[in-house]
């Protein structure tokens, strides 16, 4: 079973989920961990794609829109859709649904913002994990 963690922003944090899945893939590629980061709404994709480029003037986080580049040589893919291509340790969910085959993944992290429809689909999918046998760690961040 992966290793599930949520990570939920407090009432008040003036960031969003994809300013949130910009620090884990820094934090994960700092680990040397492959990441592919499921964002199945292409204008999103588009948003997280050119935030990766530009969130921290220091960074330097290579990427790819899995399909544009070659998946061997980019340690962080982002992903429009499944079947999710393996070879990565690590799975960022951004979407509104479980992943595909969730359970063939090391670690999966969710990010919840507080946006309502978010917020509500990231705990119809905290419930899922636990209905298949995962408890996944909770935790809340406040980011300014």
Do not use: K
Not at 80 to 105: K, T
Not at 119 to 134: D, S, T, V, W
């Amino acid at each position: 079973m992966p290793r599930i963690e949520f990570y939920s922003l407090e009432p008040g944090s003036r960031s969003d989920r994809f300013a949130m899945a910009c620090q884990i893939v820094e934090r994960l590629y700092g680990e040397d961990e492959r990441v592919l980061i499921l964002c199945p709404d292409p204008d999103e994709a588009r948003h997280l794609d050119r935030l990766l480029w530009t969130f921290r003037q220091e960074s330097f986080i290579p990427h790819g829109m899995l399909g544009e580049v070659d998946a061997e040589l980019t340690p962080i893919l982002i992903a429009l859709e499944s079947p999710l291509p393996r070879g990565q340790e690590a799975l960022i969910n951004l979407g509104p649904l479980l992943p595909p085959n969730w359970g063939l993944w090391d670690e999966i992290y969710e990010i919840v913002d507080n946006d309502p429809e978010v917020l509500e689909a990231g705990r119809a999918r905290y419930r899922a994990y636990r209905q298949g046998g995962c408890e996944p760690i909770h935790q809340r961040l406040r980011l300014g």
